[in-house]
């Protein structure tokens, strides 16, 4: 049973997904909160008014709950699920940096898809952004997964 189980998550990477997932949802947790603290602290409320889909203070809050919540799982799968290996005179310091790097692009690259439904869920029924983050961000996990593991690991590193 478990060499079927190690067959399957070698082929698949079904636990590797899973831990990255959690490293995301970390991730999004804390972006979450930065997210309800802000607008606890800007509009006093978690339900912001309607018409501030296109309000420039929402998404600079948007942005500053992205960047927290992905350096956040950044650190939890670079620490935890990915086991690195130092290439060349670059070392694994400079090499943090760059994956780090990297890994802000991924995520930003998804960024305006999860930010546009946020968006679209509050200007047109209402929805207060924290939830509409939430429904942004599940769209985009599988990409996410995907682009993170090609883009910014796959060239050096073994899982764990």
Request: charged share 10%; net charge positive; proline share 3%.
């Amino acid at each position: 049973m478990r060499s079927l189980v190690v067959g399957v998550d070698q082929k698949y990477g079904v636990f590797r997904m899973a831990k990255f997932g959690m490293a995301q949802l970390i991730g999004f947790l804390i972006a979450e909160g930065v997210l309800a603290l802000s607008l606890m602290s800007y509009y006093h409320n978690f339900w912001v008014p309607q018409d501030s889909y296109s309000s420039p203070l929402l998404i600079g809050l948007n942005l500053l709950a992205f960047v927290v919540g992905v350096a956040v799982a950044f650190c939890i799968n670079e620490m935890v699920n990915i086991r690195v290996q130092a290439h060349g005179a670059q070392g694994r310091a400079s090499g943090v940096f760059f994956r780090f790097l990297k890994y802000q692009a991924v995520n930003g690259a998804g960024k305006p898809i999860i930010l546009v439904v946020e968006l679209v869920l509050l200007a047109l029924l209402g929805v207060s952004p924290v939830l509409g983050l939430m429904v942004g961000a599940m769209i985009c996990y599988p990409v996410m997964y995907l682009a993170s593991m090609h883009f910014v690991w796959q060239s050096h590193t073994t899982v764990s």
